[in-house]
């Protein structure tokens, strides 16, 4: 990967300023031949003159030597969305090699930092083997630990801690994760009704509505996220679990969300199949691996443009401005593929595998 076009833009600067080589070699005491050599590739200059040259054109030596450290934010969009595709496209390998050249490359660019460590995180099992995989995330862990203290932007640095905790609890690291998140716990003011509030005294009642609404889709998702997760610990408690699960269906009801934000629904759904599966409940279990298919099936989970978002009619801005915006995390059909094989090989599912409907998922799912 080339990194520095330092004899082209030398060549370029002296052209655009009517600087002859012998102009330029005479000011740098150094030689014609050597001036041609730099703007042929051939050679550089000694790193002490790399400030003078620099100065003499009135530029940066970043300038200079064609380095840009940082990406803009739509071309980590487009290269976060090319990756994508080719890691269901090319061996894993290749572009896990590239990907770790370009965070060499634009190593504080903490943006595309942030992104590359997603790839890492969503695409590790293509690695196969189990020592290669566990490999990929320490090093996911590595790029978001870099990002979470050096990143200045608290956002993104509370982001890379999330994902980092989600790349240690994978590796079974619980007592990392307890460290890192042990005052997470803490109750806290919610600032978003504070700014709302603002905003709303300011007489800006839009920005007002668009924090607030943000606000509740995030509060929303985060609870149906949270009831999910309890089911597990309710293992024991059929009521307990039967009660979380009539709540969370009410809750996507209420909003919608089939509609409005269906993104979220697939893993709720496989995950109450889950545990109907494992509770030996048949028909339950069936019925919402169904409804993981007609969300497949009809593109709703893919296509964030589909949404009909009459409750959050803001929520595509939100989206679009998130870090990586309307882009599925995964290549659709590694989406798919990752999901029959959890049907084909979870424990859960055995219940089902010998009804005939459970064929017919599979089928619909390929």
């Known amino acids: 990967m080339e990194i520095l076009n330092f004899s082209k833009n030398l060549s370029n600067l002296r052209k ?58 739509d071309e980590v969009k487009e290269l976060y969305s090319k990756l994508i595709k080719e890691f269901s496209t090319e061996e894993f390998d290749i572009v896990y090699e590239k990907c770790i050249q370009y965070e060499k490359k634009y190593y504080t660019c903490y943006f595309l ?9 969503n695409h590790a099992y293509l690695a196969f083997e189990e020592e290669k995989i566990m490999e990929v995330y320490i090093h996911a862990t590595e790029v978001f630990k870099r990002i979470e203290e050096n990143c200045k932007n608290a956002n993104l640095a509370k982001e890379a801690l999330s994902l980092k905790s989600y790349c240690n609890l994978i590796m079974g690291k619980c007592d990392d994760i307890i460290e890192d998140l042990k005052v997470v716990n ?118 964030l443009h589909e949404n009909k978002n009459t409750m959050f009619d803001y929520l595509p801005e939100f ?31 055995a219940i089902i595998r010998d009804d005939i409907r459970y064929d017919n998922i599979l089928k619909n799912f390929e």
């Open 113 to 121: 930092q942030f992104h590359l460590g997603l790839l890492y995180c």
């Open 186 to 303: 803490q109750i806290s003011m919610p600032t978003e009704n504070i700014l709302s509030k603002a905003y709303l005294t300011k007489g800006d009642k839009e920005k007002a509505i668009k924090i607030l609404q943000i606000s509740i889709f995030n509060n929303f998702m985060n609870s149906l996220q949270s009831m999910t997760d309890i089911l597990y610990c309710y293992d024991d408690n059929n009521e307990k679990q039967d009660k979380y699960i009539q709540k969370i269906v009410k809750v996507i009801e209420i909003l919608d969300l089939e509609n409005e934000y269906p993104q979220v629904l697939l893993n709720i759904f496989a995950s109450i199949a889950m545990v109907y599966g494992t509770k030996g409940d048949k028909e339950n279990c069936i019925i919402f691996l169904q409804k993981c298919v007609d969300l497949i099936s009809n593109k709703k989970v893919f296509d």
């Open 319 to 349: 989206l679009e401005n998130m870090s990586i915006g309307n882009i599925v995390p995964r290549n659709e059909s590694l989406i798919i593929d990752s999901f029959i094989e959890s049907i084909k090989t979870h424990p859960a599912f």
């Open 16 to 73: 655009e300023r009517k600087i002859t080589q012998e102009n330029l070699a005479n000011y740098l005491g150094v030689t014609k031949a050597a001036v041609s050599k730099w703007e042929l590739n051939q050679s550089y200059p000694d790193i002490t003159l790399l400030p003078i040259i620099a100065s003499y054109f009135d530029i940066s030596i970043d300038e200079l030597l064609g380095y840009e450290p940082f990406m803009k934010d």
